[in-house]
Nanobody, 116 residues
Framework: QVQLVESGGGLVQAGGSLRLSCAAS????????MGWYRQGPGKQRELVAL???????NYADSVKGRFTISRDNAKNTVYLQMNSLNTEDTAVYYC??????????WGKGTLVTVSS
């Protein structure tokens, strides 16, 4: 089992920045990729950014150039730096870990609210 705990959400004005953190614990040896998903009001959950164990990254088109995903292997933590936020970024952000066995683990989510 893998446990994920997110932090860093909150209220920010449009144009501002936030950094989300996700700390992983448990069977972290089984993780081969970690990422961030979000679910906005009335919307489906969508991938925001993903980073593999090799450091490869993937971003949703809507956040490219604004968001950066990174990881600190020593701390078993993944970060999402979010810049130039706009109201469309308002959502609950979920940390995700994918295991080599095909299992998806999820955090409880952290709310990001961008005001105009």
């Amino acid at each position: 089992q893998v446990q994920l705990v997110e932090s860093g959400g909150g209220l920010v004005q449009a144009g501002g920045s936030l950094r989300l953190s996700c700390a992983a614990s448990g069977s972290i040896f089984s993780i081969n990729a970690m990422g961030w998903y979000r679910q906005g009001p009335g919307k489906q959950r969508e991938l925001v950014a993903l980073i593999t164990n090799s450091g490869s990254t993937n971003y949703a088109d809507s956040v490219k150039g604004r968001f950066t995903i990174s990881r600190d292997n020593a701390k078993n933590t993944v970060y999402l730096q979010m810049n130039s936020l706009n109201t469309e970024d308002t959502a609950v952000y979920y940390c995700n870990a994918k295991s080599t066995y095909g299992t998806n683990y999820w955090g409880k989510g952290t709310l990001v609210t961008v005001s105009s």
